[in-house]
């Protein structure tokens, strides 16, 4: 009990001699990791607004990272009453050899084939990637779920990055009946996309009949568009083909199967050869005198 007793003299000794400068010092840690954290935020957003390379803006903010924690972390000191010159070698040591590690194997780290603000494909997860850390990726799916893939796992599948190029194809198939014009719903599905704004007019809106199928013969409408832009205008376009086919009174076909029956005729005297169900038409017996 004695022991305990001056042990907790002993704290409170220590804190009234040097209890305002580990407050002090620890005010500065906590609030110089904040600032640093939103200035290296600040600094990617302003690195990817230049359209720089993602290795290199990771380079560049992971090394002003670094120099400004050293920057705290001798200010931490300092207020400690640590002005040891010593220390302060090896703080700033340690700090440029993190940087040289850095920059001496970046080029052999491999980055990930994506930036935040991306829509990507991995596996069977599709969304827009919110962040990267150096362990995961946090997605953002369409579905509204936040799914945190480890970036092993990104590296090791394939990865479909819809804004690599600045523009989409987008794929119209429709199937009209066989009785149908084939030349004036060609023309008209032409028409539908050449007169939408967001399809850009090179390449060209084409269609083409892509197959003579089972039970319709089969057109294919293709124009590019804007990533930003693919999923709306897609929607868009195929609403506006069924709306305008029924006015110019072309019949999108659907699945159908026609069915003949045909009425057999028993061979005379063999009735074992006529089929199980079938109508056997008699024919007229006439007589001759």
């Given at each position: 009990m004695n022991q305990q007793f001056g042990r907790l003299e002993g704290i409170g000794n220590v804190m009234t001699l040097?209890?305002?400068?580990?407050?002090?010092?620890?005010?500065?840690?906590?609030?110089?990791?904040?600032?640093?954290?939103?200035?290296?935020?600040?600094?990617?957003?302003?690195?990817?607004?230049?359209?720089?390379?993602?290795?290199?803006?990771?380079?560049?903010?992971?090394?002003?990272?670094?120099?400004?924690?050293?920057?705290?972390?001798?200010?931490?000191?300092h207020e400690l009453g640590l002005e040891n010159l010593l220390i302060r070698r090896i703080v700033i040591f340690v700090a440029l050899a993190a940087v040289g590690l850095i920059v001496?194997?970046?080029?052999?780290?491999?980055?990930?084939?994506?930036?935040?603000?991306?829509?990507?494909?991995?596996?069977?997860?599709?969304?827009?990637?919110?962040?990267?850390?150096?362990?995961?990726?946090?997605?953002?799916?369409?579905?509204?779920?936040?799914?945190?893939?480890?970036?092993?796992?990104?590296?090791?599948?394939?990865?479909?990055?819809?804004?690599?190029?600045?523009?989409?194809?987008?794929?119209?198939?429709?199937?009209?009946?066989y009785d149908q014009d084939v030349l004036k719903a060609k023309q008209v599905m032409e028409a539908i996309m050449v007169e939408d704004p967001r399809v850009k007019t090179k390449p060209r809106p084409v269609v083409?009949?892509?197959?003579?199928?089972?039970?319709?013969?089969?057109?294919g409408g293709r124009c590019w568009v804007e990533n930003l832009k693919y999923w709306v205008t897609k929607c868009d376009l195929v609403e506006k083909v069924k709306l305008r086919f029924d006015q110019e009174g072309i019949i999108i076909a659907y699945p159908q199967r026609d069915v003949h029956l045909y009425h057999e005729t028993s061979v005379r005297g063999f009735p074992e050869l006529e089929p199980a169900g079938a109508i056997s038409i008699q024919p007229d017996r006439h007589e001759s005198v």
């Open positions: 040097y209890g305002q400068e580990v407050l002090l010092a620890l005010a500065i840690l906590v609030g110089g990791l904040i600032v640093v954290k939103q200035f290296v935020r600040l600094l990617r957003f302003a690195l990817q607004r230049l359209r720089l390379k993602q290795p290199l803006i990771a380079t560049v903010s992971n090394v002003v990272n670094i120099m400004l924690l050293v920057f705290v972390a001798v200010m931490v000191l001496l194997f970046r080029p052999y780290i491999p980055s990930l084939p994506f930036k935040v603000g991306n829509t990507i494909k991995t596996g069977n997860l599709f969304g827009k990637v919110e962040a990267t850390t150096f362990l995961n990726t946090r997605l953002r799916t369409f579905e509204g779920l936040t799914v945190f893939v480890p970036n092993s796992k990104i590296l090791n599948d394939y990865v479909i990055n819809y804004h690599f190029t600045p523009t989409r194809r987008v794929k119209l198939d429709v199937g009209i009946r083409y009949v892509l197959n003579l199928a089972d039970s319709c013969v089969q057109l």
